[in-house]
């Protein structure tokens, strides 16, 4: 087809988590706005976590807006109503060098949230419900506010 990469980027419909919108390139690619830790994993990962991960495909640099990308295989292509999980897992919310701002704002979410008590946090989901023929959704700020037992209550509606 014609037209740049950019071009055909499109929102990513099954996304139920993040601060930035993915997008889709021909169905079978996620593209995420590029985080240089998260390219170096890709970049270096052991292969014992090859079979957990989705596959690397690159990185895109949109020539219209600077904007950077890496590329993933998208594990939702090819089901029609696919269910997605996000967890934050562990107890430490922020990078390395966030700024001390940063560092408390995060603390506060990791007490006040089940990241705290288990080390995981629901980041939120989507799930297709049969009985009523539409997703169920459920998003970061219902996941912070959501104590252990209706942490429990959540992750077994999902499964």
Not at 75 to 93: A, E, F, H, I
Not at 104 to 116: A, I, L, P, R, V
């Amino acid at each position: 087809s014609s037209g740049s990469m950019g071009d055909r980027l499109r929102e990513l419909k099954a996304q139920v988590g993040g601060h930035k919108t993915l997008k889709v390139y021909e169905d079978n690619y996620v593209c995420k706005p590029l985080d240089w830790r998260e390219w170096r994993f890709y970049k270096l990962y052991p292969v014992s976590l090859e079979p957990f991960l989705p596959g690397y495909a690159g990185e895109y640099r949109s020539s219209d807006s600077n904007d950077e990308f890496i590329i993933l295989e998208n594990l939702c292509n090819g089901y029609s109503k696919p269910c997605v999980l996000d967890l934050k897992m562990g107890t430490r919310m922020y990078g390395d060098f966030a700024t001390e701002t940063k560092r408390k704002s995060q603390d506060k979410k990791t007490k006040q949230s089940t990241s705290g008590k288990l080390g995981v946090r629901l980041c939120g989901y989507q799930r297709y419900s049969n009985s009523t023929r539409t997703f169920q959704r459920v998003d970061k700020y219902e996941g912070r506010k959501v104590d252990v037992e209706k942490f429990q209550e959540l992750l077994e509606a999902f499964f």
